[in-house]
Every structure is written in C-alpha cells, then in structure tokens.
C-alpha cells in the first residue's frame, strides 16, 4: 500500500505543534504572571502574594522541561518531516530559529538565579529585578518564532534566482509585514492564557476546598490580569483581520465563507455550506465584515471567488475563526462580570456558579490558542510559503513519516502523563495554607539575622 507521505508529515507536524503550543503559551505567561505577583506582594508587604510566586516558578519549571522536549522535537522535524521546506527556505529563517535558542538560554540563566536566590537580598525588589529578564526572554522567544511563521505568510527579505532564495537579509525577513500583528496577538492570548489558566486553578480549588485569603487573593489579581490581556487581545484581533484584509484576503474570506466580491459585507457567524456554497443557518451581522476588515461599514471586501479554487484555503477554518473569536469574548465577558460582582456589594464573586465560570475559563482559553493556532495555520493552505512553496512540494518522500508519527505520539503520551502526576504531587501534598504557614514561621524565625543578609 502506498504512504500519503503529505498527510502523515502534516499529522506529525500537527501533533507536535499541538501539544508543544500548551506549554510554549506557559512558557511565555506564567513567568510575567510571577512578577506581578511578586511586585504586589513587596509593596503591600503581603506574604500571600510572595507564595504565589514561589509556588507558580516550582510548577512553571515543569512545564519548562516539557517545552524544552517538545521544542527540540519541532526544530527537529524541520529536516526530517519537512527537507524541501529547509533547503529553500533554511538560509532564511536560520536566525530567527538561533535567536529562539538564545532566547531560552538567557530565560534560563535567570530563572535559575531567581529560583535559589529567593530571600537572600536585603532589598526584595533586587529578588524581583531577576524576573524581568525572564519575562523578557520568554517574550523574545514567542517574537523570534513568531517572526518564522510570519516569514511563512508574507515572505521576503530575498532574491528568487533560479528556483532559490539569494540575497537574504534575514532581518528583513525576520521584520516582515506579519510580524506585527502576529507578536501582538501571539503574546496577548498567550498573557491572557496564562492568567485564565492560574484563575481557573484558583477557582476549581475554592469550589472544592472553600475561599481562603490565599486564593481570594490569587483570584482578583489574575481576574484583573484577564481582563486587561482580554481587552489587548480583542483589540490584537482587530489588527490581524485588518491585516489580513490589506495582505491576505483569501485567508479572511475563507474564514467568514465570503465568496462574492461586495461593499458592506456581512460577517457570518456559525452555519453551514450546501452543495451549492450556499450559506445555510448562520448569523448574519449586517455590514460587520466591511467595519472588521476596514473598519468602514461600506467599504469592498474581496470574495474568495476572486481567487484561483487551488488556492482556496479549506473552508472548515470558519468554524475555527469563529470558536476562537468566541472563546475570546467569552474570557473578557467572564472577567467583567467577576469585577461588576466586586463593585456590586450585595452579590458574591465567590458564588459556585461564578467560581465554575472561572474555572471553565482555564480549558477554553487553551483551546481558543490551538483553535487560533490551527486556523494561522490551516488558513494558510495550500502554501508552505505563501507564493512560493507548496506544502505538497516542501514535504518528505520517505515512507518513514508514518511509523515517526506514533513514535511522537507515544513521547506526547508519557511527557503529559509524567507532567500531570509531577504537578499533582507537587501541589497536593503541599497546601498553600500549610505552606503559608511554614513560611510565616521561618520567617519570624530568620527576622533577626535579617541584617546579616546581603
């Protein structure tokens, strides 16, 4: 029987990419996360906010192992699943893929230090002072790969001489037109992951143990973080439909199934297509797509009919856009109501059906990141690099791509599982309130030798 090798490189790839962006979207929040929470707690001199750091860095560690795996497993599979792609294009994303690397080791430095230097400096916000270049090169590290993908979206920063790249300048590829957008959004989901993810924790465990200070406090400070990375988020997806309006049209009609060219276009929610393209049971938001797009309601947005149909990406993605844009709104929304219940004394923002809404909000914000990463992704089809490579073209012959697959997905399985029985017994035999006291109580202890510190 004869291998699809195109199907199974896209499986692997898209196995890999699934499970490594859970821990790259850890990777790059939970160490800002960490600093807010040190921050606040060195200047309301509150002990709880300090916890919250110490305990946040022990389990963002783990996750920072499996993102090491994970991450070595893409750049791996860049040759091996995808050799077409690297001899065209290597030359190319070569730096931004070093710089990656540079910018996990500079994190990694620091976080060292900042993990075996906790209460050795007289001056707490010298302690603090380490998170920012953690939090830095966490950032540097989602811009640097970012910069890749949007190379993958609107190449440049070459020649094309006789079927190869020539005369790269690799900063001018690395600073494409898709760069800006994508950081944006790239790093405001992934903040706004990041604290529906420790909010989510927060809630499910006052629902199952009751509210403490510890948590109540967890809360608040990460609902506030939602709501301002849920806002910049928002408005980091209105940048990138405004992008793709201007730079990749056929990607933003294929989302919204806008297949004639026409002024004060509707956006279309959900539905469905028939035999004949037709759009069937959705929502129509009159003249919407033309303000999304252009922000004018009259303006021109292009169908995909303008397009070549082998260039047409797959029209599935408008399920994807729309899951992801409604997860977004569904993170804001939650957030805003936790702060209406605040302002509004006579209701609890500790109710169970609230704490359950939060909650909820760690898996769906998770799921909004894949779903926006899938639709970057798939919404790009049929192009590797977009004008210029094929996927079909970029991908390996070797009937070998099949067996490498379920050997991955066999690493997947025992790094998942090994990570969630690290954390649960990193956490539960280890209460923050017995910490909390632990803490209390040595330092009480050590409050004397204070000015022997340095």
């Not at 910018?103 to 380490?130: C, Q, S």
């Not at 608040?220 to 309006?245: C, E």
């Not at 056929?250 to 393209?277: M, P, Q, V, Y």
């Not at 509004?344 to 779903?371: H, Q, T």
Request: hydrophobic share 55%.
């Amino acid at each position: 029987m004869e291998i699809d090798t195109v199907l199974w490189s896209r499986l692997v790839t898209g196995l890999t990419l699934t499970f490594h962006v859970i821990f790259a979207t850890v990777g790059v929040s939970v160490p800002l996360m960490i600093a807010i929470a040190e921050f606040v707690g060195i200047r309301k001199k509150d002990p709880h906010y300090i916890l919250m750091a110490k305990r946040w860095t022990r389990g963002f560690i783990i996750s920072v192992a499996v993102g090491v795996v994970t991450g070595t497993a893409i750049a791996m599979q860049l040759a091996l699943v995808w050799p077409n792609f690297m001899k065209l294009a290597g030359n190319v994303v070569a730096l931004p893929l070093f710089m990656e690397v540079f910018a996990f080791f500079f994190e990694a430095i620091f976080l060292g230090i900042y993990l075996y230097t906790w209460d050795r400096f007289r001056n707490p916000y010298l302690h603090w002072l380490l998170t920012i270049p953690i939090v830095a090169g966490a950032g540097m590290s989602a811009f640097f790969i970012t910069t890749v993908n949007g190379f993958m979206n609107q190449p440049g920063g070459f020649m094309l001489e006789a079927g190869h790249f020539a005369a790269v300048n690799p900063i001018a590829a690395m600073l494409n037109t898709a760069t800006p957008s994508k950081v944006f959004h790239v790093l405001t989901s992934a903040y706004l992951t990041g604290a529906a993810l420790l909010a989510g924790i927060a809630a499910y465990t006052m629902l199952r143990k009751g509210a403490t200070a510890y948590y109540k406090k967890s809360l608040k400070l990460m609902m506030g973080a939602m709501l301002v990375f849920g806002l910049l988020t928002t408005i980091a997806g209105d940048v990138s439909a405004k992008f793709l309006a201007e730079h990749q049209p056929e990607k933003l009609a294929a989302a919204e199934w806008h297949f004639e060219t026409e002024s004060g276009a509707d956006l279309i929610f959900l539905g469905w297509l028939n035999a004949e393209r037709e759009v069937i049971g959705a929502l129509h938001l009159p003249k919407a797509l033309s303000f999304l797009a252009f922000g004018n309601f009259n303006a021109e947005v292009k169908g995909l009919n303008e397009f070549p149909p082998d260039e047409h990406p797959p029209l599935l993605v408008h399920y994807l856009f729309d899951f992801m844009v409604s997860i977004g709104f569904v993170l804001l929304a939650v957030s805003v109501l936790y702060f209406l219940f605040v302002l509004w004394k006579k209701r609890n923002e500790y109710n169970r059906w609230l704490l359950g809404a939060i909650a909820a909000c760690a898996p769906l914000a998770f799921l909004g990141v894949e779903l926006g990463w899938f639709y970057a992704e798939v919404g790009r089809q049929p192009w590797i690099i977009r004008g210029y490579m094929r996927v079909e073209e970029a991908a390996t012959s070797s009937p070998n791509v099949m067996p490498l697959f379920f050997v991955f997905l066999l690493l997947y399985i025992v790094l998942g599982v090994l990570c969630a029985v690290v954390l649960r017994r990193l956490f539960r035999n280890n209460p923050a309130e017995a910490e909390y006291e632990r803490y209390m109580q040595s330092r009480n202890e050590q409050q004397p030798e204070a000015g022997e510190r340095t």
